[in-house]
T-cell receptor, first 112, second 116 residues
Framework: DAKTTQPPSMDCAEGRAANLPCNHS???????VYWYRQIHSQGPQYIIH???NNETNEMASLIITEDRKSSTLILPHATLRDTAVYYC?????????????FGQGTRLTINP | DTGVSQDPRHKITKRGQNVTFRCDPI?????LYWYRQTLGQGPEFLTY????????KSRLLSDRFSAERPKGSFSTLEIQRTEQGDSAMYLC??????????????FGPGTRLTVL
């Protein structure tokens, strides 16, 4: 079972920041938070991951709370091409814990 | 394009037929994964290879399913005696765990199977 909880859907206006929340209250110390997204009929696309520090790359920023029980993915200037299902996943990097466990994700719709 | 390729992209078959899918991972990646995704659901893990060794299989992988990675490069997933419930998107991912690399999985475009 997925260890994360996400809202099933969200809307955002084009050009605005999209903030996608994720709850992972049972996360353990060696588990990372990963974000993927899946545009209709395509394979999941890796976005970003982090352990406890905030992370930023060319696609997004990841803000993890100090207690690590929740996080927020931020798309700073959303475009129509960001419409997708976004998955928040917690995953350990220890040996024998390779698989990704996907939940239902958040369906983000960017409106013109 | 992540560098992971899958073939074919679409397959339509009749119930009872056998099908085989191929995945070519990113060339330097030693780990390869298969997932299945049905309509409206997130991907579900099927199996995982490190080099040529199959190290984990999900209970979803029934006796009709077999996966191989004979030389530690490309992989095949075969489904024998297909059933309508096998209709899904089959996704392949690859990763590399070397040094401080965090083993991020990169996915291919998937093979969509329709069983009539």
């Amino acid at each position: 079972d997925a260890k994360t909880t996400q809202p099933p859907s969200m809307d955002c206006a084009e050009g605005r920041a999209a903030n996608l929340p994720c709850n992972h209250s049972t996360i353990s110390g060696n588990e990372y938070v990963y974000w993927y997204r899946q545009i209709h009929s395509q394979g999941p696309q890796y976005i970003i991951h982090g352990l406890k520090n905030n992370e930023t790359n060319e696609m997004a920023s990841l803000i993890i709370t100090e207690d690590r029980k929740s996080s927020t993915l931020i798309l700073p200037h959303a475009t129509l091409r960001d419409t997708a299902v976004y998955y928040c996943i917690v995953r350990s990097h220890i040996q024998g814990a390779q698989k990704l466990v996907f939940g239902q994700g958040t369906r983000l719709t960017i409106n013109p | 394009d992540t560098g992971v390729s899958q073939d074919p992209r679409h397959k339509i078959t009749k119930r009872g037929q056998n099908v085989t899918f191929r995945c070519d991972p990113i060339s330097e990646h030693n780990r390869l994964y298969w997932y299945r995704q049905t309509l409206g659901q997130g991907p579900e893990f099927l199996t995982y290879f490190q080099n040529e060794a199959q190290l984990e299989k999900s209970r979803l992988l029934s006796d009709r399913f077999s996966a191989e990675r004979p030389k530690g490069s490309f992989s095949t997933l075969e489904i024998q005696r297909t059933e309508q419930g096998d209709s899904a998107m089959y996704l392949c991912a690859s990763s590399s765990r070397t040094g401080s690399n965090t083993d991020t999985q990169y996915f291919g475009p998937g093979t969509r199977l329709t069983v009539l």
